[in-house]
């Protein structure tokens, strides 16, 4: 068996060694590798932060080592004092110094077991990161689990923080709401972007024919046209037919006698057809003026029944009811129909990027506006904050209590998907200089234990 070094890690390459020196953020190699072969794919990444913790270290590893000579050279001196009848003095230093060695390879035995075999030798119980790693992740992720990702830890640490009042005082500030402002713009921008119109179009398109097929619209038609003829929003509609009616028979009167002419037998004389369509064009013009002029006009009258009785009927007939579902799925069912409204998507998009895009715009000033006035009242109305922190509570509390083996399992399987050699030398870089202060307070308080035991078994052999 190879034995190495007790207590020393590999050092680094120097200059005239032959191997090339540790690149700053390069991974660090196992012992006894060429230094340019990637180290295992699951250990750390070994940074020059890391080296310079190992130098720390093997400092601190030297001046415990060094300590330990010192009291082993103090006990050799002082026994061959002893030895030598230098005095009862010499017996007192030779028991510290014996039991400061004592205290010393003691601990040194401790904090090498940690990260390797003494020695090399496989003594049971030693080497423990390296082989006890999986067993170190499984424990660290079942107390982060318990301590850290509970029910109750969770809402007490979120109650705390008082997310809604502090979210609330941060939103009320107007430089705050731009910015909130500015990032949905380029949230809903790029999400637009990332869109296919082909997808939206064909999505839209199927869920507005399928909501028009599912739900019946002679009855909601019915109420909204008898609304619409009980409150005379429909006079209008009837003044402008009217208007028009009139101006177009003033414009095209050569066009109607002519066509009331072209209906005459052909054994009337012509001019007996001229005189027919010249009077049956003057009562037609005088017919809608005086419906134009007269709001009380018979004919508004019967237009007004007409209109009241086809709202009743679209409620409460069943053959004019399925007249409109079939005149319904027809013009559904017309291609000219499906691109209208697949084409609504592009213009809907169009405009609301636009609007995104402008600082300008309704959009992003109603927007702002919003989340200013959602900000005071979250910052000064108590209600609301309970309700905000309540909101979030729950959600952690879910994503906590649903999730909580796969965030564990992220600890476990990262530290089980470390390399044990790579990993107990980079715990030991970041750990090992304060674990030398134990070795160098083993001999120290070892040799003041063992002058004390020293003094206590003169005192009472004497």
């Not at 991974?27 to 932060?49: K, L």
């Not at 909601?220 to 409150?231: C, F, P, R, T, Y």
Request: proline residues 4%.
């Amino acid at each position: 068996m190879e034995r190495t070094k007790p207590d020393e890690p590999a050092e680094p390459a120097e200059e005239g060694t032959g191997q090339p020196a540790l690149e700053p953020g390069a991974p660090f190699p196992a012992e006894g590798t060429n230094r340019t072969e990637p180290a295992h794919p699951g250990a750390f990444s070994y940074s020059e932060a890391d080296e310079i913790k190992r130098r720390g270290v093997r400092r601190m590893k030297a001046i415990a080592t060094a300590l330990l000579g010192l009291v082993a050279v103090v006990y050799v001196l002082a026994t061959w004092a002893e030895h030598s009848g230098a005095g009862a003095w010499a017996g007192y230093v030779a028991a510290a110094a014996e039991a400061g060695m004592v205290g010393a390879l003691a601990d040194w035995f401790a904090v090498t077991a940690l990260f390797r075999h003494p020695l090399g030798l496989p003594i049971p119980h030693t080497a423990i990161i390296p082989t006890k790693k999986d067993q170190l992740g499984i424990s660290l992720g079942e107390f982060v689990g318990e301590n850290f990702l509970s029910r109750e830890v969770v809402r007490r640490r979120l109650r705390a923080v008082g997310i809604g009042s502090r979210l609330g005082a941060w939103l009320a500030e107007p430089e705050h709401a731009d910015r909130v402002t500015a990032e949905l713009s380029t949230a809903l921008r790029g999400a637009l972007t990332v869109l296919r119109d082909s997808d939206v179009q064909a999505i839209v398109g199927e869920a507005i024919t399928r909501r028009a097929d599912a739900a019946e619209i002679a009855p909601g038609l019915g109420k909204m046209l008898d609304k619409v003829v009980a409150d005379g929003g429909h006079r209008r509609i009837v003044d402008l037919v009217c208007v028009r009616a009139h101006d177009w028979l003033v414009a095209h009167s050569d066009q109607v006698m002519d066509a009331v002419e072209g209906g005459a037998p052909g054994w009337t004389p012509r001019f007996v057809d001229r005189k027919v369509g010249e009077r049956v064009y003057k009562e037609l013009l005088r017919f809608v003026t005086e419906m134009r002029d007269m709001p009380e006009h018979p004919a508004r009258g019967a237009v007004d029944k007409f209109l009241s009785d086809f709202a009743t009927d679209l409620q409460t007939d069943g053959d004019t009811r399925a007249r409109v579902e079939r005149l319904k799925s027809e013009v559904l069912g017309r291609g000219e129909v499906q691109d209208l409204i697949a084409s609504a998507w592009s213009s809907v998009r169009a405009m609301v990027v636009a609007a995104a895009e402008d600082e300008r715009s309704e959009l992003r000033m109603r927007v702002r506006t919003a989340l200013l006035s959602l900000g005071q009242r979250l910052a000064t109305d108590g209600r609301l904050q309970n309700k905000v922190d309540g909101w979030v509570e729950d959600a952690a509390v879910y994503v906590v209590q649903t999730y909580r083996g796969e965030i564990t399992s992220l600890i476990t399987d990262t530290v089980a998907g470390w390399d044990a050699d790579h990993t107990s030398k980079k715990i030991e870089a970041h750990i090992g200089r304060d674990l030398q202060f134990i070795r160098i307070n083993g001999t120290v308080v070892g040799s003041l234990a063992g002058l004390v035991i020293h003094a206590v078994t003169q005192v009472a052999g004497g």
